[in-house]
């Protein structure tokens, strides 16, 4: 069924003619595979663009959004037919469904909150949760817009912070769905609605993933165990040459969970151990961190399905995909723009960001 979809799209392709042929793709900041692993989503400034294993173009679909920026958060549901789009949390921009084999968006999602964060399908497929900029977090039904549930847990302060922004979701079974905020994990049962616990984990963070041992990891390198809201390890590199630890970017767990991808500032990419906590591999590639681009780059790295590779969105155009049990370097993609870290726009050409360039 799913390489009955992607000859589908090819020929939506090819009838599109002049869509893509010759069009700017625009600067990516979004990634996701799709479940057979057959296929590649980016989000960019222009749309959202499709490719198969080898980044041969297959599609590309242009969505509504304002001031030319990227979707923050991509997500596909399990038949790998609809993909959901979300955006930074600026501009009112709906969430987006698009209907991959029309190569087209068939439903918008819209509330009275104008912020949006992370999505993320539910394991029903016919669902979809949201999160937004105050914290709380939505279930809408994909196609009809309806709304099916509706969680906040409000604070008139956290820490001296006015915003709890909901920053990932992860769902533990069709009932069962975490939270996560920038200063708190929620566990809700949507089933019976009620909030079954509430963990501080005493920081905070801009991103964050689950495995399946139930365990989370954040962007500020703390992995906790969510059953009992304690912390079980701490992941940080600290550079001696700049007497600090480390900022990371994205972080995301392998299919399986027994190790994780962060993208760290000075545009590596760190590969480590969830259980030992070994670094596996330091690798080139990632993005070349600024305070302005930061909040850019929040679903910038893909697991293949068969956890065997990953792929990770470069601040510089490019798309690197490294084999998980060599650290060899696949495949590179250059076929997006470069962003400039400092006020948040594309170079003009190439050579301008030359020299920030990430190492090879």
Request: hydrophobic share 40%; with cysteine.
């Amino acid at each position: 069924m799913s390489r009955i979809i992607s000859i589908v799209i090819l020929f939506a392709a090819l009838w599109q003619g002049g869509a893509t042929f010759g069009q700017d793709r625009g600067w990516a900041a979004a990634i996701a595979w799709r479940p057979d692993g057959e296929m590649i989503a980016i989000g960019s400034s222009t749309g959202v663009w499709l490719f198969d294993s080898e980044f041969k173009e297959l599609g590309y679909v242009h969505v509504r959004h304002k001031w030319d920026l990227p979707p923050r958060s991509l997500s596909w549901n399990t038949a790998g037919d609809l993909l959901a789009v979300g955006y930074m949390q600026l501009g009112r921009a709906p969430i987006q469904i698009i209907d991959i084999a029309k190569l087209e968006v068939i439903s918008e999602i819209s509330t009275r909150f104008p912020e949006w964060t992370p999505i993320e399908w539910h394991p029903r497929d016919d669902l979809i949760v949201v999160g937004t900029y105050d914290g709380t977090a939505h279930i809408f039904d994909a196609i009809t817009g309806e709304e099916q549930f509706y969680f906040v847990e409000r604070k008139e302060k956290v820490r001296g912070a006015l915003s709890n922004y909901t920053v990932g979701f992860c769902w533990f079974d069709e009932d069962i769905l975490v939270i996560a905020t920038h200063h708190e994990v929620y566990v809700v049962d949507i089933a019976s609605k009620e909030l079954l616990q509430t963990t501080d984990p005493d920081t905070v963070f801009d991103t964050t993933d689950c495995n399946r041992e139930r365990q989370l990891i954040t962007t500020n390198g703390k992995l906790y165990d969510i059953g009992t809201g304690s912390l079980i390890d701490f992941f940080t590199e600290h550079d001696l040459y700049i007497n600090r630890i480390i900022l990371t970017l994205d972080v995301a767990w392998s299919p399986a969970g027994r190790r994780f991808v962060a993208s760290t500032e000075g545009c590596l990419v760190r590969v480590f151990d969830g259980r030992t906590g070994e670094t596996l591999a330091v690798l080139s590639g990632g993005i070349h961190y600024e305070q302005q681009a930061h909040s850019f780059f929040l679903s910038s790295i893909a697991w293949h399905p068969d956890g065997g590779q990953f792929a990770v969105v470069g601040q510089f155009g490019d798309i690197r995909v490294w084999d998980v049990k060599t650290y060899e370097l696949q495949r590179r993609f250059d076929g997006f723009e470069p962003i400039n870290a400092v006020d948040g726009v594309p170079y003009k050409t190439r050579e301008e960001s030359l020299e920030y360039e990430c190492p090879e």
